[in-house]
């Protein structure tokens, strides 16, 4: 028997040995990264029960004991190299030339990983020889590379259990002093061949070279061939591994987005992978119609979709009642559930059974916050073939997302050094992370087994939190995906349900979603250089604004407030008390809308002004004097006296239609001799208020008639 020469050779082979029990995502994350190097790689214990006892102490015995047998026909080969490596949480970034270039260098027999903490026993400290230059000085058991047959007398040395401790089993045997030299056993102290993350995620960064990332340990000044997420570091490896290896390049963005999807558009209508919508209602939510409504519109055929929606507040039973009597019929099945909020977690669970009943293929979850702009949602998270995924959503102008990139120490929200580029697609593709919320996919297959399954309920936690913990705790990948816009997030803080239409008051907290029920769809059109401003009077000017919808709510909250002034000169709502044109009108202090209206007017109102009347400027948001709503009827105030307005300019939005709504009515412009009557609802007039457009309120002679009024100065 020939000795080994631990010397460089190209003789040398190089076997990577693994042990994984499951094709978990992490295991497949090691699979490909091996075949991206071109190692040659065997798996032990595939698909045979773990023998080592549970993951999350101790154990690990029954995996040496499946690296000896493995290394049993090789005991005698001299050219071959082993390289022993956990699959979960490990990651190849080299090919095998370079790991036997750095293997040699040691000039040992078996090189082992280390990590900075010394585990499981920490009295062992001292007999650990001491390590220069802080590195790494103690035993990681994740990874082991050797000459086969030095491998082989190594393990073979004492037995261990199964349920033994493999990393402790190997400490001992490295600090037997005789058998070290013997075996000429070396640590990997300065991450030449591995880096162990836990403690150390600080001595590591991504390198962009030649286009895509490596790993770099910028303490020692090397580039790690196995990077292993130990301990408390799986998640850092995750985010890592988003990149590397050649995962994600800011040339090519992502590399492998675009591997193991499956296309839709080769499936006919009739085999689409059937899927259970399932939407949560845990709160009074602004903008729901219009959350229904997206839901109505995800591009998917209908006969192959379930639709649950489970609601555990009253506000929104009867938007509910008429969205599933409207489109019901047009699902495979419907099913409403009004539960209480302490059931949340049951009903939740409660859905993961449902859909595995009706067999679905997928359960696509969705609170009532997520709106899902994008119809093809759906189909392009199916496409992207994930166990779990989520489109991701932010809230409009904010740094709001349903992902976190990292979690803190407690387990809540950390920023990742790549959060704020992902959330503005300044990187783009699908990100596995620790932490989704309130849209996700998943596939029914993980809700079958009970090793994937995810749980709404772990300690105390809230149900979104326990949510991607049980899954981060189960080792299934969560991902995000960020490749396309796929909607945006309702913030339901501030949504007042007690008020009448409270979506009329939350211009403030959900602009976006303001804009699109209320401003008028050709409200942008008024900016269009092409066209000119309607001017029905001269210097009087037309312009859409409001939808019919804001005219409608907006009379509904003035009616219901119903406090209308009685119309005479005496105003105890004015500072002098005094009106000397008295309308019988609502202000909008009195139905707490003054500080909306205000908003309004500076987003809305001023950049038509400027357009119209060149060089005038509010200094900073409009100042006006009076803000109120006007009704006339034959019964109360038909009409109203020729007069100036107390504004440098006044706006007037007709909020319901002459001829149909009421008759008579308009505005008299008398210096002109110029009327305009008929009034177009969700249109604003823009006038002067004094000197030149003395005026007139024409007298309404049948029905109600209500108008909108700014005396805006300056
Ligand atoms: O009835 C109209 O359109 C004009 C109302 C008016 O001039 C006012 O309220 O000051
Ligand atoms: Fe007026």
């Not at 080994?4 to 050779?9: D, G, I, L, M, S």
């Not at 409200?523 to 409001?546: G, L, R």
């Not at 909250?557 to 009106?579: A, V």
Request: charged residues 25%; contains cysteine; glycine residues 6%.
């Amino acid at each position: 028997e020939s000795e080994v020469r631990p010397t460089a050779r190209d003789d040398l082979k190089l076997l990577v040995l693994t042990v994984a029990s499951d094709k978990t995502d992490g295991y497949k994350r090691f699979i490909d990264s091996a075949n991206l190097n071109g190692l040659k790689t065997k798996v032990l214990g595939l698909d045979k029960p773990w023998q080592g006892g549970n993951m999350k102490s101790v154990g690990g015995g029954y995996k040496l004991n499946l690296y000896l047998e493995a290394l049993e026909p090789y005991k005698k080969h001299v050219d071959l190299v082993v390289l022993l490596t956990d699959a979960y949480d490990v990651v190849l970034l080299a090919n095998s030339s370079i790991i036997l270039k750095k293997f040699t260098e040691f000039d040992a027999s078996i090189v082992v990983s280390t990590e900075r903490s010394c585990w499981p026993d920490k009295n062992l400290v001292d007999r650990y020889p001491i390590v220069d230059l802080d590195g790494y000085r103690f035993i990681n058991s994740g990874g082991v590379i050797g000459y086969a047959s030095q491998l082989y007398k190594l393990l073979s040395e004492k037995t261990i259990k199964d349920l033994g401790d493999d990393q402790l089993h190997l400490t001992n045997l490295y600090l037997n002093t005789d058998l070290r030299e013997k075996l000429k056993i070396k640590l990997d102290s300065y991450a030449s061949l591995f880096q162990s993350l836990y403690l150390a995620e600080d001595d590591v960064r991504l390198r962009l070279v030649n286009k895509s990332y490596i790993l770099e340990n910028i303490h020692f000044n090397t580039h790690p061939a196995v990077v292993h997420g130990n301990g408390l570091s799986k998640l850092t490896l995750n985010s890592y591994t988003n990149y590397i290896p050649n995962k994600w390049s800011p040339e090519i963005g992502c590399n492998t987005c675009q591997d193991n999807t499956i296309n839709l558009s080769a499936y006919k209508k009739d085999d689409y992978p059937t899927v259970l919508i399932s939407v949560f209602v845990d709160k009074p939510t602004p903008f729901f119609d219009e959350f229904l409504e997206k839901i109505e519109n995800i591009d998917y055929p209908k006969s192959r979709l379930f639709l649950s929606i489970t609601t555990l507040v009253d506000y929104h039973k009867d938007h509910v009642k008429k969205f599933i009597s409207r489109v019901g019929d047009k699902y495979n099945a419907t099913f409403v559930f009004h539960k209480t909020t302490d059931e949340n977690i049951h009903a939740r669970h409660f859905t993961f059974s449902l859909c595995s009943s009706k067999l679905c293929d997928y359960l696509f979850y969705i609170e009532s916050e997520a709106h899902l702009d994008n119809p093809q949602t759906l189909k392009t998270l199916i496409e992207d073939n994930k166990k779990i995924i989520a489109p991701m959503l932010t809230r409009p102008f904010k740094a709001w997302s349903n992902f976190w990139g990292a979690l803190s120490k407690d387990g809540f929200y950390a920023r990742s050094f790549d959060y704020m580029d992902i959330v503005n697609y300044n990187k783009t593709g699908i990100w596995n992370v620790p932490y989704i919320c309130s849209v996700y996919l998943m596939k029914g297959t993980i809700l079958e087994n009970k090793y994937t399954r995810p749980s709404y309920k772990e300690d105390n936690l809230d149900y979104d939190m326990a949510f991607s913990k049980s899954l981060r705790e189960k080792g299934v990948f969560m991902y995000i995906d960020n490749q396309y816009t796929f909607g945006h997030l309702i913030d339901s803080e501030t949504f007042d349900i007690t008020l009448k239409n409270p979506e009329v008051f939350q211009l403030f907290d959900n602009r976006y979603d303001w804009e699109q029920r209320y401003i008028h769809p050709d409200y942008m059109e008024n900016f269009n250089p092409d066209n000119k401003p309607a001017e029905p009077c001269p210097d009087v000017f037309w312009f859409p604004i409001v939808t019919e919808q804001f005219c409608r709510e907006f009379i509904e909250i003035m009616e219901n407030f119903g406090k209308w002034s009685d119309g005479s000169n005496n105003d105890p709502r004015l500072d002098t008390g005094y009106e000397a044109v008295p309308t019988r009108d609502i202000h909008m202090r009195q139905v707490g809308l003054q500080s909306v209206w205000l908003e309004f007017l500076k987003l809305f109102v001023s950049p038509l002004q400027e357009r119209v009347y060149h060089g005038y400027y509010s200094d900073g948001p409009p100042q006006t004097l009076m803000n109120f709503v006007v009704k006339y009827n034959p019964l109360g105030q038909a009409s109203l006296r020729p007069h100036h307005d107390s504004s440098t300019y006044t706006i007037n939005i007709a909020l319901n239609s002459p001829g149909k709504d009421y008759h008579g009515g308009g505005c008299h412009f008398l210096r002109y001799k110029c009327k305009v009557t008929d009034m177009k609802v969700g249109w604003m007039l823009m006038h002067p208020g004094r000197l030149t457009h003395y005026h007139e309120g024409l007298e309404v002679t049948n029905g109600t008639r209500y108008i909108m009024i700014s005396f805006v100065d300056p």
